[in-house]
C-alpha cells in the first residue's frame, strides 16, 4: 500500500466516522511502527517528520483518558499548563486541524444547527462543531484570552456550559496598554490560575516544575530567533517547509522540552540548509501575515512558480524577551503583554516593518481569514505603511478552515496579478 | 391627545444639534464610559450616532466589520465639532477604530478606556485606575484641575438624576398597554437623552412624564381597551435605530425590558456607593468603577450563565411572550453569546427570532415581514 493511499485511507476513515472512538482508533493505528514508518517517509524535512511524530504521540495521551484535559486559546501562557501536567487541545488549531482532515463540512454544519453564525471565524465555528460531535475528550478546565481577538472569549465559554464546567472556566483579561499596572494586573490573574488550577487537580503546586518550564521555553526561544536569523539568509527551503505549520509546538506545548528540542532540530537543518547555498536565490521575499489555509491548497505552489518565496510569517516573530524563572508569574505576563496583536494597532505595525525591512521582503500577503475583525481591520493602515516603504501588499481573501469560502480559481489569479507586480519591480 | 415628541424635547434636540452652550463636545462609543466625568470636565457627553448613510468607511473597513464602527468613523470624517472622543475597549471593531483615528485623523485626541471583563477585586480596581487616567484626559482637554475631584460629585448627581427620570419613563412606558408613549417614542426619547445637555434634557423629561402621567389617569377612567397584549423583549447590541422601531409604531405588541445598549444596560447604573476592600483607593473612580461594573452586563462581559440568569429572570417576572434578538451585523462578542441564550429560551419555551441588522443599511421591509410574523405566530 502506498504511502498516498495510507494517508488516503486514514481520511476517508475518520470522515466516515465522526466520533471520539474512531479518532482513538485511527491514532492507535497510525503510531503502528510500520505505518508510521511509511507515513513518516511522506515528510520532507527532519523537523517536520519529528513534528508530526511528536505531534501523535502527543495526541495519543490526550485521547487515552489517564490524564486531565485544558483546552486553551492560542496566546495564553501554556507554560503554567504544562508545569501542570495538563494535557491541551487548542480547539482553534483544533479547527486547523478538522480542515486537514476535511471534516469541516459536518463540523461547521453541526456549528450551524447550534446557532452559530455564517459570519463568525471558522476555527471557533469548526470547534465549536467538533467539540459538540465528541471529537474532542471532555475538558477538565477551560482557558482563554481575548488575545488576539474577542471569539475565544465567548465560545469557550460556551462550551464551559455545555461540558458544565463554569467554575472551571478561565478568561484571562488581557489590558489594552502596556504599563507596569496592566502588567500586574494581568500576573495577578495568571498566578490566580495557577493555584486554582492546582487546588483543584488537588495538587500541591510545586513552582520548580513552573520555573523548568520557562528554562524549556527560553530555550526554545534562543533556537527560533536563531531560526529566524537564518530564515533571512536562506532561500534554499526544505521542500515543503512553512513556518506556519508550527503554530501547536510553538504556543500550545511551549514549556515542554519536545517543543524546545523541535526548534533546536529546526535550527540545526536550516543551518545545514543555508551552509549549502551556493549563492542568494533568486526568489522575491515575501513576509506573511495572519495564518494559512489548513487544508489542501496550491497557494505556496502558485507562489514558487511564480518566483516567490514565503521567507517569514509574522506569527513566528520572536516578540517576547527572555523570561526570569525566578519571576514566573511576571514573566509570563510579560510575555502576553508583549504580543503584537494585543492592545493597540501600532504594536502590530511596528512588527510588520521591522521584519519587512529585517527579511528584506519584496513584498507582503496578508491572508484575509473570512470573520476575523482584529485582522483584517487593520489591513487598510498596513497597506498604507508598507506602501511608504515601497512593499506592496496583497490582501487575499480567504478561509483558513473552510475550502468552500476560498475559491481556488480567485485566489490564483489574484496571487499571479500580485506576483507580476512583485517581478516587475 | 398625541404628545409630540419634537416638541417636548424641542430644547434638547437643539442642545444637541446648535451646540452654541459654549461647552466643548466629547463623543464617546459604550455605556460603559461614565458622562459623569465628562461632564464634570466641563464637557458635553455625546454618545456618538455615527452617520449610516455615506460609504466613505467602506474604503477603509472589510464588507464584515461592524456597521457602528463604520458609521462613526464616518460621522468622525464629517464632524468638525468634536473635541475628543472616548473609546472603550468593546470589542476588536472599536480597537481598529481607534487605530484608524490615530493614524488617519491625528487632529482629533482619542483616549481608550479599558474596561475589564471581569468584576473581581482586582478587575475594579484595575477600572479605577483606567477611569483615573480618563479623567486627567479630560481635564487636559478642557483645562480643569484634575485634583478637583468634588466637581465629579455634582456632575454624577445631574447625570443620576438623568438615570433615575429614564427609569421612570421607561416604567411608565412598560405598564402602560394603551400605547399612550408609543413604542418608537420611547426609543426616541432615549436616543435624545444621549446627546443632548443633560440639565435641559431633564427638565423636558420630568414634564414630560407629568404629562403620560395626567393623561394616563384621565386615560384609564375612560378607556378600557387595551392596545398592546403581547409582551416582547428585545435583546442584543446598540440598536439605536429610528427606522427599526418605527417598524414597531403601530404593532400590537409592548417592548418590555430591553437589553441593548440604550437601555438599562444604560441607565439602571446605581448611585454609586462606597466601596472599601483591602487594596483598592478609597475614591470617587472606585466608585464609579464599582457602579459601573455592577450595572447591567452586556454581553462582552465574562459570566454568560448570570447574563442568561438575569434575562430569565426577567422573562418569568414580566410574563414575556417571545424574544427579538437583534444584532448588529458581525458584532462577536453578540453573536456568539447567541447560542446559548438560544438554548436557554429553548428550554423555556420562549419563541424567539433572530434578526440581522445593518444599522441604517437594513432593509426595513424585509425586517418588518419577519417581524410581523412573530407576532402573527405568537398570537396564534
Ligand atoms: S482567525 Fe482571527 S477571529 Fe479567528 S481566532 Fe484567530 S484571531 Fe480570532
Ligand atoms: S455593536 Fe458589537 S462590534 Fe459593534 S461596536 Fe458594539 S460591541 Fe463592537
Known amino acids: ?425 | 391627545m398625541e404628545i409630540k415628541i419634537e416638541e417636548s424635547f424641542a430644547d434638547s434636540i437643539k442642545s444637541s444639534a446648535s451646540l452654541n452652550t459654549g461647552r466643548g463636545m466629547v463623543a464617546y462609543t459604550c455605556s460603559y464610559i461614565p458622562e459623569e466625568l465628562i461632564a464634570a470636565a466641563n464637557l458635553i457627553p455625546y454618545r456618538v450616532y455615527g452617520n449610516k448613510e455615506s460609504n466613505l468607511a467602506d474604503k477603509y473597513f472589510p464588507i464584515n466589520f461592524c456597521p457602528y464602527v463604520k458609521a462613526v468613523w464616518e460621522e468622525i470624517h464629517h464632524n468638525t465639532i468634536l473635541d475628543a472622543i472616548i473609546l472603550a475597549t468593546s470589542c476588536d471593531g472599536i480597537r481598529r477604530l481607534n487605530d484608524y483615528i490615530s493614524y488617519y485623523e491625528k487632529e482629533l485626541p482619542v483616549f481608550m478606556l479599558d474596561i475589564p471583563r471581569k468584576s473581581d477585586k482586582d478587575s475594579l480596581g484595575f477600572f479605577a485606575h483606567n477611569l483615573k487616567n480618563l479623567w486627567i484626559f479630560l481635564c487636559g482637554i478642557s483645562n480643569v484641575d484634575p485634583g478637583n475631584t468634588d466637581i465629579i460629585k455634582a456632575s454624577s448627581s445631574i447625570i443620576n438624576r438623568k438615570r433615575t427620570l429614564l427609569k421612570e419613563l421607561t416604567k411608565h412606558y412598560e405598564a402602560d398597554m394603551h400605547q399612550i408613549i408609543k413604542n418608537d417614542d420611547y426609543f426616541n426619547i432615549i436616543n435624545i437623552s444621549l446627546s443632548s445637555e443633560t440639565d435641559t434634557f431633564n427638565n423636558e423629561l420630568e414634564s414630560y412624564i407629568k404629562k403620560i402621567k395626567s393623561l394616563k389617569e384621565n386615560y384609564d377612567t375612560v378607556h378600557n381597551d387595551f392596545k398592546s397584549n403581547l409582551k416582547i423583549m428585545i435583546i442584543g447590541n446598540y440598536i439605536n435605530d429610528n427606522n427599526f422601531w418605527s417598524i414597531f409604531e403601530n404593532l400590537n405588541v409592548k417592548l418590555i425590558s430591553s437589553d441593548i445598549c440604550i437601555t438599562y444596560r444604560y441607565f439602571d447604573i446605581g448611585l454609586e456607593k462606597n466601596y472599601e476592600a483591602p487594596g483598592l483607593e478609597n475614591d470617587i473612580f472606585t466608585d464609579i468603577a464599582n457602579s459601573f461594573i455592577s450595572k447591567p452586563a452586556c454581553f462582552r462581559m465574562a459570566d454568560i450563565k448570570s447574563k442568561l440568569n438575569d434575562i430569565k429572570a426577567q422573562i418569568y417576572e414580566n410574563n414575556i411572550n417571545g424574544v427579538i434578538f437583534a444584532s448588529l451585523k458581525f458584532c462577536d462578542n453578540t453573536l456568539y453569546s447567541f447560542p446559548a441564550l438560544k438554548n436557554e429560551l429553548n428550554k423555556m419555551k420562549i419563541p424567539s427570532i433572530f434578526l440581522d441588522i445593518e444599522y441604517g443599511k437594513s432593509s426595513y421591509g424585509q425586517l418588518k415581514t419577519r417581524i410581523e410574523a412573530f407576532i402573527e405566530m405568537l398570537n396564534l
Open chain 1, 1 to 425: 500500500m502506498g504511502i498516498v493511499s495510507i494517508k488516503e485511507k486514514i481520511i476517508d476513515s475518520i470522515q466516515n466516522n465522526l466520533d471520539i472512538k474512531s479518532v482513538r482508533k485511527i491514532l492507535k493505528l497510525i503510531s503502528n511502527p510500520i505505518v508510521f514508518f511509511l507515513y513518516g517517509l511522506s515528510f520532507k524535512s527532519v523537523s517536520d517528520k519529528y513534528l508530526n511524530k511528536y505531534s501523535l504521540s502527543y495526541m495519543r495521551e490526550v485521547y487515552c483518558g489517564n490524564h486531565p484535559i485544558a483546552y486553551g486559546s492560542l496566546f495564553i501562557p501554556y507554560e503554567i499548563l504544562n508545569s501542570l501536567n495538563l494535557k491541551l487541545i487548542l480547539p482553534e488549531v483544533m479547527g486547523g486541524f478538522t480542515a486537514g482532515l476535511g471534516v469541516t463540512d459536518k463540523t461547521l454544519s453541526n456549528a450551524a444547527n447550534n446557532w452559530y453564525s455564517a459570519d463568525l471565524c471558522t476555527f471557533h465555528r469548526s470547534a465549536s462543531g467538533a467539540a459538540n460531535m465528541s471529537l474532542f475528550p471532555k475538558p477538565d478546565f477551560i482557558i482563554c484570552s481575548n488575545l488576539a481577538c474577542d471569539a475565544a472569549c465567548k465560545s469557550f465559554e460556551d462550551m464551559a456550559k455545555k461540558f458544565e464546567i463554569e467554575d472551571r472556566f478561565y478568561l484571562i483579561d488581557i489590558p489594552y496598554e502596556n504599563d507596569e499596572i496592566s502588567l500586574k494586573y494581568l500576573a495577578v490573574q495568571l498566578e490566580n490560575i495557577y493555584f486554582d488550577i492546582s487546588d483543584k487537580l488537588k495538587i500541591k503546586p510545586d513552582i520548580n516544575n513552573l520555573k523548568k518550564a520557562l528554562i524549556n521555553s527560553n530555550k526554545l526561544r534562543s533556537h527560533l530567533l536563531e531560526v529566524n536569523k537564518i530564515r533571512e539568509e536562506l532561500f534554499d527551503y526544505p521542500q515543503y517547509y512553512n513556518g506556519l505549520s508550527y503554530i501547536l509546538p510553538l504556543f500550545g506545548l511551549s514549556g515542554t522540552s519536545k517543543a524546545a528540542e523541535l526548534y533546536r532540530i529546526m535550527e540545526k537543518e536550516l543551518k545545514a540548509k543555508l551552509r549549502k547555498q551556493i549563492q542568494p536565490g533568486k526568489m522575491k521575499k515575501i513576509l506573511w501575515m495572519h495564518l494559512k489555509p489548513y487544508y489542501r491548497n496550491e497557494i505556496f505552489n502558485i507562489l514558487e512558480e511564480n518566483g516567490c518565496r514565503v521567507v517569514c510569517e509574522e506569527i513566528t516573530d520572536v516578540f517576547w524577551e527572555e523570561m526570569d524563572p525566578e519571576k514566573p508569574f511576571i514573566s509570563l505576563a510579560s510575555k502576553m503583554i508583549s504580543n503584537p496583536l494585543r492592545g493597540n494597532g501600532q504594536n502590530r505595525i511596528n512588527t510588520i516593518l521591522s521584519m519587512a525591512e529585517k527579511y528584506k521582503v519584496d513584498g507582503a500577503i496578508l491572508f484575509s481569514h473570512w470573520g476575523c475583525r482584529q485582522s483584517n481591520g487593520l489591513a487598510r493602515i498596513l497597506k498604507d505603511r508598507l506602501a511608504e516603504i515601497k512593499i506592496p501588499l496583497l490582501i487575499l481573501d480567504g478561509d483558513c478552515v473552510d475550502k468552500n469560502n476560498c475559491p481556488s480559481g480567485q485566489i490564483k489569479t489574484r496571487i499571479e496579478g500580485f506576483t507580476e507586480i512583485i517581478n516587475s519591480l
